[in-house]
């Protein structure tokens, strides 16, 4: 789904942005933690450091005027002494500063990345449905990134400028009121020309991690569809689509550094404005005072002025620069507050049932609609019983809601309407935890993770023995193709699964489910890619080893669910018929299609022959 469904879940009116930003400060604050020590030393130290860089230029006048211009050498050696002492701890404070805000931006952006993660894995269907893949990753990546960098700035230069622009400004209008004037002057050129490029750069921001989502969305279509990319000699097409959405992106980071670069220049007038305006200002004081402290300006005074006047500009420059990094975190601190602001649409009551009493599965009136928007329900008053035990095989065109309707049970989504219960208990009613451990899910798309077969199959079951592995595969039948594999069980699986073939994908994932020994087993067309015999073989298998065990089979070929105890046909999310293979053949048209369909599709080749 596209990154547009997140827009239009916002409100269509925006609160207010003072309160927004108080917003984001209190949750991602959350996420400092036990970084919050660091978070304060750092500041600490640099306020420490800024008050000596601050007393250095007064002793230097001092050191000109007393000791240099007054010939006396015991004044050079004390204020040498207090130059060389300030300067050394001004250095070491510098360098705790650095230390514990890399520790803290650091410490905050594994939080941010691990609140980001536990909470998409905290996530129903529904939430997940709201973001692509493409945009998670971009905001647990390139966003988390963004902030740490400007939260490390905000520690170390967002408190140091303030204070050295406030003291170095004070210190100087000790020295001369009217010179130190012309620092006054400048804040607001600054100000303005700061807050004009704010507001013209952070939409533009805004757009390209956008894009960037979609660019993570395209790379990542691309590399899990490569192999078809390769058979259909597509390459070039999908070069071209890269090549467009980063295009897009390359147009919108030049438009915003464009912008952006007005900053260097506004502070460079600034700077030299300010030097040409204190030292002509500074000379005419001195020649009408004749160099005499008591009557105007020194020398030393005018030294003094010149390095607050570079401390207060540089200052400035480090402020428009946590301004800029400020902009391009603004956008990616809204995205990542998205992800830790979403409420899960599926949650744990505040009494749950630990208890799952048997696999009955009773659809009361069930309705299901994928979002409140959506102007027709997926399922649409599903009234059904299964006993515990029960083998349900379920049939149905293309969108006939067959793996919505099976998706429900382990709350993957929560019905819209009605009630479904399990074990006689309803489903929102249970823990999370407790549900899914008592109801196993094939799908007819199996994922495999990176390692070895041992360690995907113990998903089901993390305290499952070898005996027990080796159980579970003969009945998935695929014990066989294992023990041919070089390393057996121990043979590594590649991330997806793509050394192994569909079939075998499939039987694996069939046999870590069997390892959960749940009370309901579904299969989601999970045979689809296993020849006929090695599908009758396992239904077989399930029949006589886990007869009390439910299990519901969805599946393409009728020849998969022909034994069940009852036969579901789906159609538009309604339930058309049910029945008995037999039944079903006598009063349903639909399922009879299918069937003869199938048979004389079977029976043509040796027809042929």
């Not at 007393?55 to 006396?72: E, F, K, M, N, Q």
């Not at 622009?165 to 607001?188: E, Y």
């Not at 005499?292 to 020194?298: E, M, V």
């Not at 349903?588 to 029976?603: F, G, K, P």
Request: proline residues 4%; neutral net charge; contains cysteine.
């Amino acid at each position: 789904m596209s990154e547009t469904n997140v827009d239009a879940t916002t409100p269509a009116r925006p609160e207010p942005r003072p309160k927004r930003r108080r917003h984001l400060i209190r949750t991602l604050g959350g996420s400092l933690r036990e970084y919050r020590k660091p978070s304060i030393m750092a500041p600490v130290f640099v306020t420490v450091e800024s008050i000596l860089e601050i007393l250095i230029p007064t002793i230097v006048a001092s050191l000109i005027d007393r000791g240099i211009s007054g010939a006396s050498m015991p004044a050079i050696l004390k204020f040498g002494l207090m130059l060389f002492i300030c300067s050394l701890c001004s250095l070491t404070c510098g360098f705790l500063a650095g230390r514990y805000a890399a520790i803290a931006a650091a410490g905050f952006a594994k939080n941010l990345r691990k609140d980001q993660f536990d909470k998409v894995q905290a996530f129903g269907f529904t939430n997940i449905d709201r973001f692509s893949t493409g945009s998670i990753i971009t905001r647990l990546t390139t966003d988390v990134t963004n902030l740490q960098n400007a939260y490390g700035m905000m520690i170390r230069m967002g408190f140091r400028a303030p204070i050295m622009v406030v003291a170095a400004w004070i210190f100087s209008f000790r020295i001369s009121p009217s010179i130190s004037m012309v620092f006054l002057a400048c804040v607001p050129v600054l100000a303005i020309g700061l807050c004009g490029l704010i507001v013209i750069v952070h939409p533009v921001f805004e757009r390209v991690f956008h894009t960037y989502d979609v660019l993570n969305n395209v790379v990542d279509e691309n590399l899990q569809g490569i192999r078809v990319v390769k058979s259909y000699n597509r390459e070039s097409h999908e070069i071209g689509k890269f090549d467009r959405i980063s295009g897009l992106i390359f147009k919108d980071f030049m438009k915003a550094e464009r912008i952006m670069s007005l900053n260097g220049p506004l502070m460079m007038v600034c700077v030299y404005a300010s030097m040409l305006l204190i030292s002509w200002m500074g000379a005419r004081q001195i020649v009408a005072s004749g160099n005499n402290a008591a009557l105007g300006l020194t020398t030393g005074d005018l030294t003094a002025l010149v390095t607050y006047a570079m401390q207060i500009l540089m200052s400035m420059m480090m402020l428009s620069m946590v301004f800029v990094m400020f902009i391009i975190s603004q956008a990616s601190a809204e995205r990542i507050c998205q992800v830790l602001n979403e409420e899960s649409t599926v949650t744990d009551p505040a009494r749950p049932i630990m208890t799952v009493a048997d696999g009955s599965v009773d659809f009361e009136h069930v309705s299901f609609r994928y979002g409140e928007k959506s102007e027709k329900p997926v399922l649409d008053d599903i009234d059904l019983t299964i006993r515990s035990g029960m083998t349900v095989g379920i049939v149905g065109g293309t969108g006939s809601a067959k793996s919505s309707l099976v998706q429900l049970v382990p709350r993957l989504y929560d019905v819209t309407e009605g009630s479904l219960k399990v074990g006689g208990v309803d489903v929102r009613d249970y823990g999370l935890k407790v549900l899914r451990d008592q109801v196993a899910m094939v799908l007819q798309k199996n994922v495999l993770f990176a390692g070895t077969i041992a360690d995907n199959l113990r998903w089901g079951n993390p305290d499952a023995t070898d005996e027990d592995i080796r159980h579970a595969c003969r009945l998935a039948q695929a014990d066989g193709f294992i023990r041919e594999l070089p390393d057996g069980y121990d043979t590594y699986i590649e991330q997806g699964g793509t050394n192994v073939s569909g079939g075998q994908r499939q039987r694996l994932c069939i046999a870590r489910a069997l390892l959960k020994k749940p009370r309901i087993l579904i299969l989601d067309d999970s045979t689809s890619a296993v020849d006929t015999k090695t599908d009758k073989l396992i239904r077989e298998a399930l029949r006589h080893e886990i007869p009390h065990t439910t299990k519901i089979i969805i599946a393409q070929r009728i020849a998969s669910v022909q034994d069940s105890d009852m036969i579901l046909v789906m159609d538009a999310g309604r339930i058309a018929a049910a029945g008995t293979h037999d039944e079903l053949l006598e009063t349903c048209d639909e399922y009879r299609s299918i069937y003869e369909s199938q048979t004389r599709n079977q029976a043509q080749p040796e027809g042929l022959q």
